[in-house]
């Protein structure tokens, strides 16, 4: 189950939304709409309890599975399983996907930025929009190849 966890997509979409969350709230700050204190007491309740589970699931995880380690810091998605040619391809291919996915998808949102008032929050709902598009397309197609 909590291999389950730590390679599943799901856990990097939410550390993606995390991300943009974190970075509305900097800019909230940034212009004054919200106060420097409001927004770290915000912060501080998203980012402590996600850093805290991620050290805590990657620990547990490390311990049951020592050969098969995981960094903290780690750079590659877990999602990416190579152990085999067959999930090698497997991987190609939600990759490839992906890579279409986005070749089509950053023209068209480089078009809705430009037609847009100029706000941030558009421009992050975009780049969610993307993000979490890709997050689908990749795991459609892991999941498409997988039942096989």
Known sequence: ML???????LLSLTLFLSTLGLAYLLK????G??????????CAIFVIPLGVLWVLLVRTYNRRNPKDRISVWAVIPFEIREVDEGQQWISFKACRNVYIYYGCGLPFAAIIILLIPPNAVYTLITFGLLGLGQFLVYGLTMWKYSRV
């Open 3 to 9: 291999t389950r966890i730590i390679r599943s997509p």
């Open 28 to 31: 909230l700050m940034l212009t």
């Open 33 to 42: 709409e919200l106060s420097t204190t409001t927004g770290r007491i915000y």
